[in-house]
């Protein structure tokens, strides 16, 4: 998150990922550090065995978020 933040402030485009059990902790940590905009993609965790749930599917949704969003800034 603060990594994100100084990338902003340098004026460096960035955007946080992180998983949906640390999406409030995150807008809040963006807020209390003045940037309550920060853009997140924010991902179900997963549930299962890390050969289960992690792949390249899971990958691919992540890159399309972040290409969407990084062509918007």
């Known amino acids: 998150m ?3 933040i100084k990338l902003e402030l ?3 485009p960035a955007v946080v990922i992180t998983h ?3 999406e409030n902790a995150a807008k809040a940590q963006s807020k209390a550090l ?3 905009d920060l ?3 924010v991902f179900p965790q997963p549930k299962g065995e890390e050969h289960e749930v992690e792949g390249p599917e899971s990958a691919r949704e992540v890159v399309d ?3 969407e969003m990084v062509g918007e800034g």
Do not use: N, S, T, Y
Request: aromatic share 6%; net charge positive.
């Open 2 to 4: 603060r990594d994100g």
């Open 20 to 22: 949906d059990v640390f």
């Open 10 to 12: 340098a004026g460096v």
């Open 65 to 67: 978020k972040l290409i």
């Open 34 to 36: 003045g940037m309550p």
């Open 39 to 41: 853009r997140l993609i």
